[in-house]
């Protein structure tokens, strides 16, 4: 009798062994998940700290504008700030006016000033479909094509009124704000013409011929007094 119960007990401890292993085991599954859980959630928490640092310029200095203010800056404002003044069709742009100037240095209050200016916030024809032209941009296919290359389909160019400027088209009013940043840093900034004056007297110049009523003669008055209305909040 005691030979037959000592043969029965190993698979009877076995069986508790097997148990006792895989229960462990199930444990330990467990418990792993829940900390690659935890980590993943700590990662992405890390990652959106580091958007929000990203969309907030931290401790640049800020510098009202005038018409000797140099255009070639270093970005200090976000997209949504920005968005915050702007008015019209403008509203909602902020962040790619925030783009194209940090990839260019060009302050992005300007490019959304210069917008504001020649296209009235944006609610003037030249800023709608087809052209999309918020810069006030004339009909240059070759700076067109050096600046988004040969292959970049080009819309070409339209007049207003019969008889009028042919205004550059775009594609987009992002290709538009695009275009403008590097045409600036391109051929006025980097040909010694960085400051507000300087860009007015080639890209607005008083008394030019598709300004029949004046308006470049207050050009930089005017982006002065939008550009300052922005960055006294700042200041």
Known sequence: MKIST???????????GVLIIMGISI???????NAETINKNKMQEEINKEEINKEIP??????????????????SISGSELDKHLKGNLKGLGQNFVKSGEEHDID????????????????????????????GITCMPDIYA???????????????????????????????????AIYLKKYYVENGKGTIAEIQSVYAPSQAANDATGLNNHWVKNIVSIMNDVKEEQV
């Open 6 to 16: 000592l043969i029965r007990k190993p698979p009877f401890l076995y069986f508790i």
């Open 27 to 33: 444990f330990a599954t467990i418990n792993h998940s």
């Open 58 to 75: 931290q401790n640049k200095p800020v510098e009202l504008a005038s018409e000797h203010y140099n255009v070639e800056q270093e970005n």
């Open 108 to 135: 992005p209050v300007f490019l959304a000033a210069l917008a504001a200016q020649e296209t009235g916030w944006g609610d003037s024809d030249l800023s709608t479909s087809p052209w999309n032209n918020i810069g």
């Open 146 to 180: 050096d600046i988004f290359g040969e292959e970049y389909p080009n819309p070409g160019c339209e007049e207003l009124v019969n008889g009028g400027t042919n205004w550059q088209k775009f594609l987009s009013i992002e290709d538009s704000i695009h275009f403008k």
